[in-house]
């Protein structure tokens, strides 16, 4: 999609409408007056699923579990995290995907299992960096290697993990067999253990497998597939290809 062409000090730039609701003029103006909803408003990008928009809603210094309201699209408190246990990577959602008949159909034949359904929330995203970034509601570019086949009470919820674009440490990481397994080993006990209660004995989470690169790719492309089905609505938003 061309953008507008920009004379500024001197030179002519191409910018981007895609911010902006594209060739559609009343989208173009919503997204000029109005803060974008994170899983709507703002796009997938342009160059996904290879590179992707990152919605973050939790950093690893937050002991509340914060989590986007659907309806509003504001960031609000989901729970206190019962236990001490800290998200210990930028966690959140890609925009304009969803969970739902493609995503469950890949996940049942990767873990071998009949039945599943996808959880009809956006698809999570974990992003790595070496940055310490202080809060979330925030948006960053990220570059998915891999991700964890997660069953949350028989529902697919796969978590994405991706790398934060031109990240001096993680930045050049290509596949999840790259992460150091400290950090991973953290990343999987946080999610096997962020919903349990006190006194608890049986969770209902899961992680079938972890899965690189490929996979990945495949999962963020069927889950942009469900989002274009469930809301057809917004078509004049979505990328040109994927």
Known sequence: MKGQRVKTSGKTTERSNEAHGGSDPFQRLLGL???????????IGQEAPDVVMAYIEIVPTDTVKYEVDKRSGFLKVDRPQRFSNCCPVYYGLIPQTYSGEQVAGIFAKRARRKGMVG?????????????????????????????????????????????????????????????PSALMDRLQHYFLTYKSA???????????S??????????????????????PELSSLWPKQL
């Open 210 to 231: 972890v899965y690189g690169r490929e996979e990945a790719l495949k999962v963020i492309r069927a889950s942009h597939a469900d989002y274009r089905a469930q809301y």
């Open 119 to 179: 959880d009809g929330d956006p698809l999570d995203i974990c992003v790595l960096s070496e940055k310490s970034i202080p809060h979330s509601d925030i948006l960053l570019t990220a570059l998915p290697i891999g991700g964890l086949s997660m069953a949350d009470g028989g529902e697919a919820d796969d978590k994405i993990i991706a790398v934060m674009r031109d990240d001096a440490v993680y930045g050049g990481f290509t596949d999840i067999s790259q992460c």
């Open 33 to 43: 007056m109005f803060k974008a909803h994170p899983w709507h408003g703002v796009s």
């Open 198 to 208: 006190p006194g608890t004995t049986q969770h209902k989470v899961e992680i079938t």
